[in-house]
């Protein structure tokens, strides 16, 4: 139908000038990342979202945490500064949909603000089956689901705890949980035109030799391509003395899954309050208290 025509159009046109999920975009686009979700209902073994620093970069950091009015008050100074400013993310630091009023709020303030920016936002999926149809609801074009394994056994060992509704699970239950609601997540999502990006952390000895699989089936899931991230083990956590994936592993695992679905490599490994063209991150210029060093 015309109607859907025209949306299916108008996310094209999103995902080829959205930095992230276009190469040829990231040079010149800016993204905005508004850390209006510090809460998470889930623990993974390699994050540590307590250590907070200005100078770290990685997901999960932010210097300050936003509400959503001042989420919308950031936006209107950035986008007063960055005419390039063309995607506006919520990627923590916690879960977008753990913390899904704030997450609903700041999008309804900012869509009123400027109609025609697009929403992408990031979560570890747990609760995407009960919120899906609100994002599309929404106008949520772009959507990051990490899927780090298929197979619970493997996520037994990557995810500590499980906050599901209240209820706490673990091991192999709690992994298996989160998988199904990730896979059928990214269905509903998919199946409607939601552009769907998977993130996989290659964690050595963990997960590593499995990504092909995660990749295979994320594809039939209908993701439109997957990122392959190296581990960066936050100080502290339970990873936090976990062997490294080198670069070349790096480039040879996404070379080989390649052939099953389009692999990202560019991706900066950003901050929850990053601002600007990736990899040229400007957040401090905007943060309303300016940091008092680190301890
Ligand atoms: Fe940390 Fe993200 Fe895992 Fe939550 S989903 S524990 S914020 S890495
Ligand atoms: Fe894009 Fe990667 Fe940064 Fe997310 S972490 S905003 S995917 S470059």
């Given at each position: 139908q015309p109607a859907n025509d025209s949306r299916t159009a108008d996310i094209d046109k999103k995902t080829q000038s959205h930095p992230c999920y276009s190469s040829g975009a990231a040079c010149s686009n800016a993204r905005m990342h508004i850390p209006v979700a510090p809460a998470c209902n889930i623990s993974c073994n390699y994050c540590n979202?307590?250590?907070?620093?200005?100078?770290?970069?990685?997901?999960?950091?932010?210097?300050?945490?936003?509400?959503?009015?001042?989420?919308a008050e950031k936006f209107?100074?950035?986008?007063?500064?960055?005419?390039?400013?063309?995607?506006?993310?919520?990627?923590?630091?916690?879960?977008?949909?753990?913390?899904?009023?704030?997450?609903?709020?700041?999008?309804?303030?900012?869509?009123k603000l400027d109609p025609d920016i697009t929403f992408c936002l990031s979560t570890n999926g747990l609760m995407l089956p009960y919120y899906a149809e609100e994002l599309i609801a929404l106008g949520v074009s772009h959507v990051?689901?990490?899927?780090?394994?298929?197979?619970?056994?493997?996520?037994?060992?990557?995810?500590?705890?499980i906050n599901f509704m209240g209820m706490k699970l673990y091991g192999e239950q709690a992994a298996k949980l989160l998988l199904d609601n990730?896979?059928?997540?990214?269905?509903?999502?998919?199946?409607?035109?939601?552009?769907?990006?998977?993130?996989?952390?290659?964690?050595?000895?963990?997960?590593?030799?499995?990504?092909?699989e995660v990749v295979k089936k994320v594809k039939e899931c209908g993701a439109f391509m997957t990122n392959i991230m190296p581990l960066i083990p936050a100080s502290g956590s339970v990873f936090e003395n976990m062997e490294l994936t080198n670069n070349r592993d790096l480039?040879?695992?996404?070379?080989?899954?390649?052939?099953?679905?389009?692999?990202?490599?560019?991706?900066?490994?950003?901050?929850?309050?990053?601002?600007?063209?990736?990899?040229?991150?400007?957040?401090?210029?905007?943060?309303?208290?300016?940091?008092k060093g680190c301890a």
């Open positions: 979202r307590k250590f907070d620093c200005v100078n770290e970069s990685r997901p999960g950091v932010t210097s300050e945490v936003l509400t959503p009015e001042q989420a209107v100074m950035v986008k007063s500064k960055l005419k390039n400013l063309k995607v506006i993310g919520i990627a923590g630091p916690g879960d977008a949909l753990a913390n899904f009023s704030n997450t609903k709020k700041s999008i309804e303030l900012i869509k990051t689901i990490t899927i780090n394994t298929i197979d619970p056994t493997i996520g037994a060992k990557i995810y500590r705890e990730q896979l059928i997540g990214l269905r509903m999502l998919s199946s409607r035109g939601i552009v769907c990006k998977v993130n996989i952390v290659m964690i050595k000895g963990v997960n590593d030799s499995h990504i092909p480039t040879e695992m996404r070379k080989k899954c390649e052939v099953d679905l389009k692999q990202m490599y560019h991706c900066k490994q950003c901050r929850a309050d990053a601002i600007g063209i990736l990899g040229e991150d400007v957040h401090g210029e905007f943060e309303r208290n300016s940091c």
